[in-house]
């Protein structure tokens, strides 16, 4: 059960088996955090120290990885119930950071480098699948050498787990990579014509952008440049127009990598 030491935010519910003891406790958050590639990095790392040191302050099993819950409303557990609030990550610090629960700096190093239950499944997949991305341009037209290859890498990265994975899931993690990518990828079954201009199309953009950051817009000293455009509004104008191109250029990268 949850520790009744008052150190810790009280949980929302707690699901509990009567058979065993065993609970899962949860608390609600009043923003959610997405943790896909498109969210906040920032957000989802105070996210997970804060998980953690609600972990450490109730003493829960460090093994769990929080992906799945009892259900609480399945007659096999007992539900307890506890209130309804919710409650803002910077509240849950300022209750866990003076009790000293908060991990350190070098908590999160520590966690990718000895990842336990799912997440390890997670690491491999996640990694890998964008190691998929940039070996495919070595497989054009052979894609039972570019399984071998994905395969060997995900071999390569679960040896360097303290406990690695069964053969069995590595077979899957592999598997679901380069089946996904050669049936859906248009890198893939565009061809490397079309990876090369994408990848042009990228770099471009990127050192177009990359010298306007350098000096290269508003350090322009040829006559009648973006520095010496005596209009008004004239090097505002032409940073603008530059922004827009460069969106331009990103928008048709994405859409040749889609």
């Known amino acids: 059960m949850v520790s009744t030491v008052d150190n810790h935010p009280p949980p929302n519910v707690i699901i509990e088996n009567p058979v065993n003891g065993h609970a899962h406790a949860a608390w609600a958050i ?22 953690e040191a609600l972990r450490r302050a109730v003493g829960c099993d460090p093994h769990y990885p929080a992906r799945l819950i009892k259900n609480p409303f399945h007659p096999r557990w007992m539900t307890h119930f506890i209130h309804a609030d919710t409650s803002t990550l910077d509240r849950f610090g300022g209750t866990l950071t003076p009790a000293g629960h908060m991990p350190g700096r070098g908590w999160h190093n520590q966690r990718r480098r000895t990842p336990v239950g799912h997440s390890r499944n997670e690491t491999l997949f996640h990694g890998v699948r964008h190691f998929a991305y940039r070996e495919m341009r070595h497989h054009w037209g052979d894609p039972e050498g570019y399984r071998a290859a994905i395969a060997r890498e995900v071999a390569i990265r679960n040896a360097d ?28 079954n565009d061809g490397p014509a079309a990876y090369d201009q994408a990848f042009r199309a990228i770099q471009a953009a990127r050192g177009r952008k990359g010298s306007g950051r350098n000096g290269g817009l508003a350090g322009n000293s040829r006559p009648g440049g973006l520095a010496g455009n005596s209009r008004p509004g004239g090097l505002v104008r032409g940073r603008e127009q530059h922004a827009e191109s460069l969106c331009r250029q990103a928008a048709m990268a994405r859409a040749a990598y889609s």
């Open 161 to 188: 787990f303290d406990t690695p994975l069964g053969v069995t899931e590595l077979g899957h993690i592999s598997t679901s990579i380069t089946d996904w990518t050669i049936r859906y990828s248009r890198m893939w």
């Open 30 to 51: 009043t923003t959610p955090i997405k943790v896909t590639n498109y969210g906040s990095r920032r957000s989802v790392r105070y996210g997970l120290s804060i998980e």
